[in-house]
């Protein structure tokens, strides 16, 4: 597992391939290993990174008052160590939060985007209601069982959560440092309205959405896709981490903006 430091904060991250760079930036709770099929399935023909956000998977956590505006440029200091100076952002939930703040403020580094399972919007208030209450229990205990089945509810279709591959990823969420994602969790539920401001970015996008996403309603998705004048694709019987949950209809997506590039 690569390591890296940026003033004072330690990352980890997979840098693998060669070719255009893309940059995979995962969902909350999750972390990098949840671009595995990703990677897989790209680096015969692009450089492939993915960062752990702060607080998740091996990198250090950041303290609460981070923003997605932050976060994007926190990566692009990662892409400078790396010596890339353009990549494709691919961004999952609040990967596309940051991507997209990214377009905004640092165009000339952002050679397209994937925005996967996001939105453009603040966070939903009856959403955000739920989320607090979790939030307050996970940080006091931890993610328990009990509550891991409830974070599994929301980060994934039904579908996928019946699946014998499922329990990898419920263990995952199980081991999440919350302290530590603590900077980040606020982030996602403090974030900014950027919806009106799409209109700027004219880099090429596609925007992919699972249908079964309760987290991000599709329509959410569907309204960035209109804005951004972007291809939208449907994942069927996948919820909020589609790139998990149906990797192969990710894959195929990704494939096809990419040959459109």
């Not at 940059?23 to 990677?39: A, C, E, P, S």
């Not at 165009?107 to 989320?131: C, F, M, N, P, W």
């Amino acid at each position: 597992m690569p390591q890296g430091e940026l003033n004072g904060w330690s990352y980890a991250y997979d840098d693998e391939g060669s070719g255009p760079a893309i940059v995979m930036l995962h969902g909350v709770l999750m972390n990098r290993t949840m671009w595995d099929r990703q990677i897989d399935a790209f680096r015969g023909t692009n450089r492939v990174i993915a960062i752990d956000a702060p607080g998740h998977g091996g990198s250090a956590g950041v303290e609460v008052g981070i923003d997605f505006w932050r976060w994007a440029d926190m990566v692009c200091g990662v892409l400078d160590q790396l010596g890339v100076d353009q990549a494709i952002w691919c961004g999952q939930s609040m990967g596309g939060f940051t991507a997209l703040r990214a377009a905004l403020a640092s165009a000339d580094r952002v050679a397209g985007l994937i925005l996967i399972d996001t939105q453009a919007h603040s966070e939903d208030e009856e959403k955000r209601a739920q989320y607090e209450a979790l939030l307050t229990v996970a940080m006091e205990d931890g993610i328990s069982e009990d509550l891991a089945t409830v974070v599994q509810m929301i980060l994934f279709s039904g579908i996928y959560a019946a699946k014998p591959g499922s329990e990898m990823w419920r263990k995952k969420l199980m081991e999440v440092d919350v302290p530590a994602a603590h900077g980040m969790i606020r982030a996602v539920f403090d974030r900014d309205d950027v919806h009106d401001r799409l209109s700027e970015i004219d880099r090429p996008t596609v925007v992919i959405h699972g249908l079964e996403d309760v987290a991000i309603e599709p329509e959410r998705a569907e309204e960035v896709a209109r804005l951004l004048k972007a291809p939208y694709v449907p994942i069927a019987g996948a919820g909020h981490a589609s790139p998990v949950e149906e990797p192969d209809a990710i894959n195929a997506a990704v494939a096809d903006y990419l040959a459109r590039l």
